[in-house]
């Protein structure tokens, strides 16, 4: 039983004078091996939008074997979740996941450096019935679900229970069938789920900005986007208990901060981990934003 805990991507310039130091602000090449001194893992958001090449994939191993038992966690790409299962094009969907695995996460897992593979649905993919039911089973059948550490993060509604605080009792029966665990979410778009689906877990922190989640951010907000959220020493302390539980009830966890806005996500995984009692080098996280009336940390 294990746990890791680590940020949603280490590229941000915004990072830079909270956690990289000044001097590294023209060395991009560098801030991997500045984050991985603290973490053990990452959460990779590139693969979202592209899928890698094999420089990019053989960069990341090279960077990564410079670190004993560092993990890659990587996103399917959108093409699959936010495009092909969205037009109904199952087999284009298998065929393009099966793709990916080949290029990215194959090579990354016979380096030894994968974590988890996350599969974050459409906010428009809905439970409609076995039909949807079918499209997860046929993606699932393409992927070496027995082999690597898969994932899914559900974000629309309709795959929750009638009281709407759980995942519903056939997505669950999928998920556990291929061994893919349920993303566990602490954010405004979906409620903090309970099921375990899989001998290994996968949370992650979005940040609780609700009111500008799903709308343009107001100009005169001084939050820069949606994920410029720290949370607090007691709602991070509310999560000891599920994580211990979660942490028990698996072989391995994964917890990911995706609020990464001015280096929050850094301060937070720091903190989860004390929370955790994982030992990790200290490093103090500067954390100084403009506030606006009536906005406070």
């Not at 074997?65 to 966690?73: A, C, M, T, V, Y």
């Not at 974050?120 to 089973?137: E, I, N, T, V």
């Not at 720290?230 to 994580?243: A, M, N, S, V």
């Amino acid at each position: 039983m294990a746990a890791l805990v680590g940020c949603s991507g280490w590229s941000y310039d915004d990072w830079v004078g909270r956690f990289y130091p000044a001097e590294l602000s023209n060395r991009k090449g560098d801030w991997f091996g500045y984050y991985s001194r603290y973490f053990p893992t990452v959460e990779i958001n590139s693969t979202f939008y592209r899928v890698p090449n094999e420089f990019m994939v053989r960069s990341w191993i090279e960077k990564g074997k410079q670190r004993l038992g560092f993990e890659f966690s990587v996103k399917l790409p959108q093409i699959v979740t936010h495009d092909s299962i969205l037009k109904d094009s199952a087999e284009a969907a298998a065929s393009q996941a099966s793709g990916f695995e080949d290029v990215c996460v194959k090579p990354l897992a016979e380096a030894g450096l994968l974590g988890g593979v996350l599969i974050q649905m459409s906010p428009y993919f809905r439970l409609d019935g076995r039909a949807s039911l079918g499209k997860l089973r046929a993606l699932f059948q393409m992927l070496g679900t027995d082999t690597y550490d898969y994932a899914v993060e559900f974000r629309h509604r309709s795959w929750l229970n009638e009281k709407g605080n759980e995942l519903s009792s056939d997505a669950v029966e999928v998920l556990q069938e291929f061994k893919v665990a349920n993303t566990i979410v602490d954010g405004p778009g979906f409620p903090i789920t309970r099921s375990l689906t899989a001998k290994h877990a996968y949370v992650r922190f979005h940040g609780r900005n609700y009111d500008i989640w799903y709308k343009e951010e107001p100009e005169d907000d001084y939050r820069i986007n949606r994920y410029d959220y720290l949370y607090t020493h007691e709602q991070l302390g509310e999560w000891e208990p599920r994580l211990a539980e979660i942490i028990s009830n698996c072989d391995k966890a994964r917890v990911y901060f995706n609020n990464h806005g001015r280096a929050k996500a850094v301060k937070n995984a720091f903190q989860m981990m004390d929370t955790l009692g994982i030992q990790h080098e200290e490093r103090d996280v500067v954390i100084q934003d403009q506030m606006t009336l009536g906005g406070f940390e």
